[in-house]
């Protein structure tokens, strides 16, 4: 599932070919992905300029000049291509979604599983639609997210420290393998309560997050499964994962040491949480 550096990439990666352009030909290949495409989708995109470009947790949201933004949200499996002129007249398998610009520049969202979301509301009503009205702070909004706020917050919270960042609604856009890498290089296991962390530790914490997240960026995302760059290139923040994914590996950070027997994996509420049990107490 692309996260939040993938979908940052992904929308830098659209910036030069949708800001400012009009938009002269979209196409909708199908009902629905994970839910139905909006009936108006088409009529309020067509002859419309995109203003700006934005991301908003795992959501790119594009500023369309009728007041409307358009929001895409790529699933588990959906992928962004951009192709340049001359376009083939053929669809890709599974492109469910394209738009063409003024320039004859084909962005199309390529969704084999479809659990992605192509939807539309009013720019001005954005804190009350429904898909971001319950997201919490932006992790990249700042270099350090609020140590002493976060602390506060996290003191009401008995529930494992992993869920509580997992949950979207306090920081937004975090997935399992951010929380994961975020929570390694912090010291923290992954099943301390939120409310038994120390302010030292929530501050180290919202030190690394921005960080890991920047890191991901630079690197251009982690490429997972189907995820691929939209200019075809892979990221290549997989190399630098310390924990994700790495059952049985050496610790990169206590290799060797008494007590250290490599990474774990353990499940979380469903999900896979890769730890070192040494180093995370
Ligand atoms: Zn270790």
Partial sequence: MPELPEVETIMQGLIP???????????????DLRQPFPPALKVSLYNHKVLKLRRRAKYILADIDNGLTLLIHLGMSGRVFIDYP????????????????????????????????????RTKKEKEFPLLRHLGMEPLAADILPSQELYEIFKQKRSPIKSVLLAQKLIAGLGNIYVCEAL??????PERPAISLSLPEVSSLCEV????????????GSTLRDYVRTDGQKGAFQDLHQVYGKEGKPCPICPGMPGCAGIKRIMQAGRSSFYCPKRQQ
């Fill in 184 to 189: 390694f290089r912090a010291a923290i296991n």
């Fill in 86 to 121: 001359p376009l083939a007249k053929t669809l890709r398998k599974h492109e469910h979604f394209s738009m063409v610009t003024d320039q004859n520049v084909k962005i199309a969202l390529i969704d084999p599983r479809r659990f992605g979301i192509v939807s539309l509301f």
């Fill in 209 to 220: 997050i921005p960080a890991i997240l920047r890191e991901a960026i630079n690197a251009g």
């Fill in 17 to 31: 070919v949708l800001e400012g352009r009009r938009l002269e030909h979209i196409s909708v290949n199908r009902p």
